[in-house]
């Protein structure tokens, strides 16, 4: 993480920064629809950032297709720019991954990516935006 102080803002300035689909993932840890998101099958290049601060998040270099409907990456570009969390909502036990610099929802991470890491960053396209390599 950049050494820029942590973002706060009031829910009314989050609504008005992002649209509604942003707002629901990003702030109310919503998700969308599988196969629906803008970056589920991209193949661009370049840095996928954070929808909520701009903070660089993951590099297209570590986007798989995991055949789950959401971007997926094999890690981060730094761990510093996330943070997990333990997610035991809806049943299920799983961890929650969130922007450390502004606390937007991103997706969860499960271990059952691909080698070497073995991890599986299932991120929400709201939540994201491609900086796309020229």
Sequence with gaps: ?????????????????????????AREKGTERAFSGEYWDCKDPGTYRCI???????????KF????????FTAPVASQGITEIADQS???RRTEVICSHCGAHLGH???DGPAPSGLRYCINSASIDLDKQA
């Design 1 to 25: 993480m950049s050494d820029r102080p942590k973002i706060s803002k009031t829910e009314a300035e989050w609504r008005a920064q992002l649209t509604p689909m942003q707002y629901h993932v």
């Design 52 to 62: 909520g601060c701009g903070e660089p998040l993951f590099e297209s270099a570590a």
């Design 65 to 72: 297709d995991s055949g789950c409907g959401w971007p997926s």
């Design 90 to 92: 809806l049943f299920m």
């Design 109 to 111: 991470v499960f271990t």
